[in-house]
């Protein structure tokens, strides 16, 4: 398993370090899509902090290149009313082409072709599946039209976790994926004085708000993760890379050691085992 060198620790505070930061992310981005000619970029926007982040993150190189940043709300029946708000209003302020969508309707006939679904936990873990990979289906149709590629918004903490839907959140690029979460909120805050009144309102919404998945699962991600918030996750896991085992048994490791196959996919057998 994949142990993160000493890059990642500590984490990132100092303004003019995350400034950096977020102007490489946008140079390193920009050099790829004249690398690669592409003529959009496809962002799913949640109503949470990763998403707004690759916004605010994505505009400038987009207007750039004189490309558009496509972004589409996705709202599936159990996406809350305050994290749609901020959905819409990170849409409108940050990308040049913006839409809401919601499959709700189309979901309900989908959920029909799950079997033995009911109110247990695990049911709602195969039902929030399913809406993140509706949610992809529609980005990368929107990728193909356009002639872009869909952004994951994953964070490091998500990828050591597993708290992700393998073909449901992971895109063709990944801007902030070893950025921690702590970070991602950092990094945010530091484009806050970059921004119109209208984009540093719809990005402060997100950095306030509570990280929700909007799937139904549960009222927070830290309440699936089993932790009071992300910067303890965060320490967990710095701790434990740093070699303190008796963290070994802890829960969120246990969840590291679990979704190793969804950071190896796909696996894959090697031609000389054949």
Same mark, same amino acid.
């Given at each position: 398993?994949?142990?993160?060198?000493?890059?990642?620790?500590?984490?990132?505070?100092?303004?003019?370090?995350?400034?950096?930061?977020?102007?490489?992310?946008?140079?390193?981005?920009?050099?790829?899509?004249?690398?690669?000619?592409?003529?959009?970029?496809?962002?799913?926007?949640?109503?949470?902090?990763?998403?707004?982040? /690759?916004?605010?993150?994505?505009?400038?190189?987009?207007?750039?290149?004189?490309?558009?940043?496509?972004?589409?709300?996705?709202?599936?029946?159990?996406?809350?009313?305050?994290?749609?708000?901020?959905?819409?209003?990170?849409?409108?302020?940050? /990308?040049?082409?913006?839409?809401?969508?919601?499959?709700?309707?189309?979901?309900?006939?989908?959920?029909?072709?799950?079997?033995?679904?009911?109110?247990?936990?695990?049911?709602?873990?195969?039902?929030?599946?399913?809406?993140?990979?509706?949610?992809?289906?529609?980005?990368?149709?929107?990728?193909?039209?356009?002639?872009?590629?869909?952004?994951?918004?994953d964070n490091y903490t998500e990828f050591l976790?597993?708290?992700?839907?393998?073909?449901?959140?992971?895109?063709?690029?990944?801007?902030?994926?070893?950025?921690?979460?702590?970070?991602?909120?950092?990094?945010?805050?530091?484009?806050?004085?970059?921004?119109?009144?209208?984009q540093r309102a719809a990005l402060q919404s997100?950095?306030?708000?509570?990280?929700?998945?909007?799937?139904?699962?549960?009222?927070?991600?830290?309440?699936?993760?089993?932790?009071?918030?992300y910067y303890e996750v965060d320490k967990l896991?710095?701790?434990?890379?740093?070699?303190?085992?008796?963290?070994?048994?802890?829960?969120?490791?246990?969840?590291?050691?679990?979704?190793?196959?969804?950071?190896?996919?796909?696996?894959?057998?090697?031609?000389?085992?054949?």
């Amino acid at each position: 398993m994949t142990i993160p060198d000493s890059n990642f620790f500590p984490f990132m505070t100092d303004r003019e370090r995350l400034l950096k930061v977020a102007g490489n992310i946008r140079q390193i981005m920009s050099d790829y899509l004249t690398q690669c000619g592409l003529k959009s970029l496809v962002l799913g926007i949640s109503g949470g902090i990763d998403s707004a982040l /690759c916004a605010a993150l994505l505009r400038p190189v987009c207007l750039q290149h004189n490309i558009p940043l496509i972004g589409r709300s996705i709202t599936i029946e159990t996406n809350p009313n305050d994290e749609v708000a901020r959905s819409l209003a990170v849409g409108k302020s940050f /990308c040049t082409d913006f839409q809401h969508l919601d499959l709700t309707e189309t979901f309900l006939v989908n959920k029909k072709l799950l079997v033995n679904y009911d109110d247990s936990h695990l049911s709602k873990l195969r039902q929030g599946n399913m809406k993140a990979r509706m949610r992809m289906m529609v980005l990368y149709d929107l990728a193909q039209l356009n002639g872009g590629m869909v952004i994951s918004t994953d964070n490091y903490t998500e990828f050591l976790t597993g708290f992700w839907t393998l073909h449901g959140d992971v895109g063709d690029y990944a801007p902030i994926m070893h950025l921690w979460k702590t970070e991602v909120f950092h990094v945010a805050k530091a484009l806050l004085d970059e921004c119109n009144d209208e984009q540093r309102a719809a990005l402060q919404s997100c950095i306030d708000a509570t990280p929700v998945d909007g799937l139904g699962i549960s009222s927070c991600d830290c309440e699936q993760l089993g932790a009071p918030n992300y910067y303890e996750v965060d320490k967990l896991f710095a701790a434990y890379f740093a070699g303190d085992q008796s963290l070994e048994n802890h829960v969120l490791i246990q969840r590291y050691k679990k979704s190793q196959y969804k950071r190896s996919n796909p696996i894959s057998i090697p031609r000389s085992n054949l």
